[in-house]
């Protein structure tokens, strides 16, 4: 029977920085992964040759000293990533139909706070608090500071507010509102239901610098395994946990895999979903109070997706990365419901990739979705979808087409649809319990599930445990990196890799 000092259950970004992160401080790790692949939301698929990305489409803190910058060189896999920064004149841009008014969002906090003020010169009292408030909270956020990072950070007075209120008390104007709660869409929670305090280290770094990566999410998994190679870490894929025996004063002593296969490891780290956790774990360990707790967590926002090529005729020299955000009101909250039935937000961004040898202009367009708008077809499978689901489908697919048509009119006849895939698609491929995008709602006063499980060596972080996405996922492991390393050392080997 093999044995490991640690085994890291899914290989996203987080289960990929903590078996790497342990793997550098001479821990032996196993890492499992259900899929046949490792990566995650990461990895990325073809259609007629064409690379598109499932899950990870741009990141930010990438830039000198940036918080993401700097886990990529603990990590030693910063040389590795090529970022394409979305930093021309019109690359991030918001556009609110309703009013017909489009924002462009520059590079910087500093640069950010000129072009408001410049859009709305009436409100820079309103703009200079909010960006103050923003830089405060992330300034005593020891969370999002490599070397003091901790698994009980101060509380702020901005954990018990919501963006929501800040916002209110800070002005009246509703487009400005509107902007400023805009990136809500980028965590999938209300402006209503998040914290203040969330929201802000949420969105700092993309503030800062927003980058696509060359090669997508492949550029990381890449990046990991060629590190990989070189330390004690094995990856087992098509696996899961199926039991845990030798359970003696709450310690497990043996792990099963869906193999029969038993393993030995001092601790377990899930870095999935906590209501797949709640299936897996032993239920007589589990406190009502605990299975009740997971079981109230609330699904985030997914998406619809729809990825399509055009070949314009024009010189692909020119061309460049954009992000474009078609918002149909102000209104960030309506929006973000469930229960919402107008139009839907709509992210479009512009990627340029190499196929067989050649430049190809690509377009991948984001619509607003939940898993409340696919539940009559929640018992269906890939493949074997009934005839309802598949007129569903091509609505949406029809009604996206022609928002990314009228915003880019000179597509009309170049533009081809190559794929496209619901909440559904996202929850049968990625093994996501809804097929939301970022995990469970990150919501004010929410006790989320993150670091020690009822089981004493079971250790749980990801996305849902801190907040969403690649820069929340990657800052969970090393949180909780830092408790099973050791303070000490930890804190030598981080000065280190720093300096280094």
């Known amino acids: 029977m093999e044995k490991y000092n640690d085994i890291v259950v899914g290989s996203g970004i987080s289960g990929l920085t903590m078996a790497l992160l342990l793997g550098l401080n001479g821990h032996k790790v196993l890492l499992i992964e259900k899929n046949p692949r490792i990566g995650g939301s990461l990895t990325r698929f073809f259609k007629q040759g064409v690379p598109f990305d499932k899950g990870f489409h741009f990141t930010g803190g990438l830039y000198k000293n940036g918080v993401l910058y700097d886990m990529l060189t603990v990590l ?5 990533i090529q970022p394409i920064y979305l930093s021309h004149e019109k690359a991030n841009c918001f556009m609110f139909e309703s009013e017909q008014k489009l924002f462009e969002i520059p590079s910087g906090i500093n640069n950010l706070r000129k072009k408001l ?14 960006f103050d408030m923003v830089q405060k909270v992330c300034a005593q956020t020891v969370s999002i500071d490599l070397r003091e990072i901790s698994q009980s950070p101060d509380v702020l007075d901005e954990d018990f507010i919501s963006l929501d209120d800040v916002l209110n008390k800070l002005t009246d104007n509703r487009l400005l509102k509107g902007l400023l709660s805009a990136y809500s869409m980028l965590y ?5 239901e998040i914290s203040f305090a969330n929201h802000s280290s949420a969105c700092f770094n993309l503030y800062e610098s927003i980058a696509r990566i060359k090669g997508g999410g492949e550029g990381f998994i890449k990046a990991f395994r060629k590190n990989f190679s070189e330390l004690d870490i094995q990856i087992t894929c098509n696996s899961y946990l199926t039991d845990f025996i030798e359970i003696h004063d709450k310690h497990v002593g043996r792990f099963v895999l869906n193999t029969g296969e038993e393993i030995a490891s001092d601790r377990c780290i899930f870095t999935i979903h ?4 709640l299936k897996i774990l032993p239920q007589k360990y589990l406190s009502k109070a605990f299975v009740n707790r997971i079981s109230a967590f609330e699904s985030s926002a997914g998406f619809f997706s729809v990825g399509g090529i055009w070949d314009t005729g024009d010189s692909v020299d020119n061309f460049k990365p954009t992000m474009v955000s078609l918002c149909p009101s102000t209104n960030i909250n309506r929006l973000l419901d469930p229960g919402y039935t107008g139009t839907p937000p709509l992210i479009i961004m512009k990627n340029l990739e190499t196929v067989k040898g050649k430049s190809c202009q690509i377009i991948n367009a984001f619509e607003l979705s939940f898993p409340e708008h696919v539940s009559a077809w929640k018992d269906s499978k890939p493949g074997k979808r009934p005839s309802g689901y598949l007129a569903y489908k091509q609505q949406r697919i029809s009604n996206i087409t022609k928002r990314i048509i009228q915003f880019y009119p000179e597509y009309k006849n ?5 794929n496209a895939a619901s909440v559904l698609t996202y929850r049968d491929y990625l093994h996501s319990p ?3 995008a970022y995990g469970i709602k990150q919501k004010i006063g929410q006790y989320n599930l993150f670091g020690k499980l009822p089981l004493r060596n079971l250790y749980v972080a990801g996305q849902s445990s801190l907040m969403p996405g690649l820069l929340g996922s990657m800052l969970s492991s090393f949180i909780l990196g830092r408790s099973i390393i050791g303070k000490d050392k930890y804190n030598q080997f981080i000065g280190q890799r720093l300096c280094n």
């Open 188 to 192: 999938g929670v209300k402006p209503s």
């Open 117 to 130: 003020k410049g859009y709305f010169p009436d409100e820079g009292l309103a703009i200079d608090r909010y």
């Open 274 to 277: 906590p209501k797949k956790i």
């Open 76 to 80: 030693g896999i910063h040389k590795y």
């Open 414 to 418: 170049s533009f081809k649809v190559v």
């Open 434 to 436: 809804d097929g939301s």
